[in-house]
């Protein structure tokens, strides 16, 4: 299974983009999939997370208000809807999902997850 992530880009401040992913290969059984991203010098951090079946939706204390994960269930695609976008929001944003192999995983720690996509450069200019 791979993940393709798209629709990363430069844009300014207040500005908004979308982001996508969907898996490419077999059909495979998953819990959720999400979206982590990782800043020049820093770690890794979550950024926001949905269930499949129910939609539930999880997020970063620093995204909240702003960014919005909906789902297509049946197919395992997520989109990831950002506004007001900030400079601080710039990094490279990594979409994944897990197996299905795990009762209720932790859709916020990037250990529960399986499959990664490649990564997508999203700038935010002042």
């Known amino acids: 299974v791979q993940l393709q992530a798209s629709g990363g880009g430069l844009v300014q401040a207040g500005g908004s983009l979308r982001l996508s992913c969907a898996p490419s290969?077999?059909?495979?059984?998953?819990?959720?999939g999400g979206w982590f991203r990782q800043a020049p010098g820093k770690e890794r951090e979550f950024v926001a997370a949905v269930t499949w079946r129910a939609g539930t939706t999880y997020y970063a204390d620093s995204v909240k208000g702003r960014f919005t994960i909906s789902r297509d269930g049946a197919k395992n695609t997520n989109c990831l809807q950002m506004n007001s976008l900030k400079p601080e929001d710039t990094a490279v944003y990594y979409c994944?999902?897990?197996?299905?192999?795990?009762?209720?995983?932790?859709?916020?720690?990037?250990?529960?997850?399986?499959?990664w996509g490649q990564g997508t450069l999203v700038t935010v200019s002042s």
């Open positions: 994944a999902a897990d197996d299905g192999s795990r009762i209720r995983p932790t859709l916020t720690t990037a250990r529960s997850y399986d499959y």
């Open positions: 290969g077999r059909a495979f059984r998953s819990y959720g």
